[in-house]
């Protein structure tokens, strides 16, 4: 059982290459996010799902795509890099209501240079 | 704007004191609490749920002030293993719905 799982964890970009962080879970859970962490700025919702093939936005989505095909994976597209996405990218999910709180993967750190 | 305010920190305390932090949210129909805690270059993790009545978990005691819109989270008997950034953090609502967090209070215990 491995919860949540991301992919890659280490990733280095060059600006306006694209790119695709991988988010799997196997905890059935139906909401899934993705969140960006930088220095000074705590956590910053992207991008949230609350079951396949629905999708909102959150606080911070432009130059951020995803979508829900299935219920364990929300991919997280960077249509064009820019040093500005620079920071570390975590997936988050929950399941049976949000009192029971939210798993997050170990996270992905993308450089953008 | 969907706001969560935490005591900047850090927190620099020996070993065995007790420390509290606090935090306040501006959305009254908040519908769930928590505190995470995160350490150094890893995920945050589920530290404890929030309830209206309170709760413990051992060293660690929360509270809730719907009236005031405030949470805390007290640490009896710190340990150096609890040194970590603590987050607080509130979903927007019932349900699966965003969680809103604070920027954190570094907790820093001291030998």
């Known amino acids: 059982n491995a919860g949540v799982t991301q992919t890659p964890k280490f990733q280095v970009l060059k600006t306006g290459q694209s790119m695709t962080l991988q988010c799997a879970q196997d905890?059935?859970?139906?909401?899934m996010s993705w969140y960006r962490q930088d220095p000074g700025m705590g956590l910053r919702l992207i991008h949230y799902?609350?079951?396949?093939?629905?999708?909102d936005q959150g606080e911070v989505p432009n130059g951020y795509n995803v979508s829900r095909s299935t219920t364990e994976d929300f991919p997280l597209r960077l249509l064009s890099a820019a040093p500005s996405q620079t920071s570390v990218y975590f997936c988050?999910?929950?399941?049976?209501?949000?009192?029971?709180?939210?798993?997050f993967g170990s996270g992905t750190r993308l450089t953008v240079v | 704007r969907k706001e969560v305010e935490q005591d900047p920190g850090p927190f620099n305390v020996p070993e065995g004191a007790t420390v509290a932090f606090n935090c306040t949210y501006s959305?009254?129909?908040?519908?769930?609490f928590f505190w995470y805690r995160q350490d150094c270059r890893k995920e945050p993790k589920l530290l404890m749920s929030?309830?209206?009545?309170?709760n413990e978990d051992g060293r660690f005691t929360a509270q809730l002030n719907r009236a005031s819109q405030y949470i805390s989270l007290l640490i009896r008997d710190s340990k150096l293993s609890d040194s970590a950034t603590y987050l607080c953090?509130?979903?927007w609502g019932s349900g699966n719905t965003p969680l809103v967090f604070g920027k954190g209070t570094r907790l820093s215990v001291i030998a």
């Open positions: 988050a999910t929950g399941g049976g209501g949000g009192g029971h709180g939210y798993t």
């Open positions: 905890m059935n859970h139906e909401y």
């Open positions: 799902s609350v079951g396949a093939g629905i999708t």
């Open positions: 959305n009254s129909a908040s519908q769930s």
């Open positions: 929030v309830y209206s009545s309170g």
């Open positions: 953090v509130v979903t």
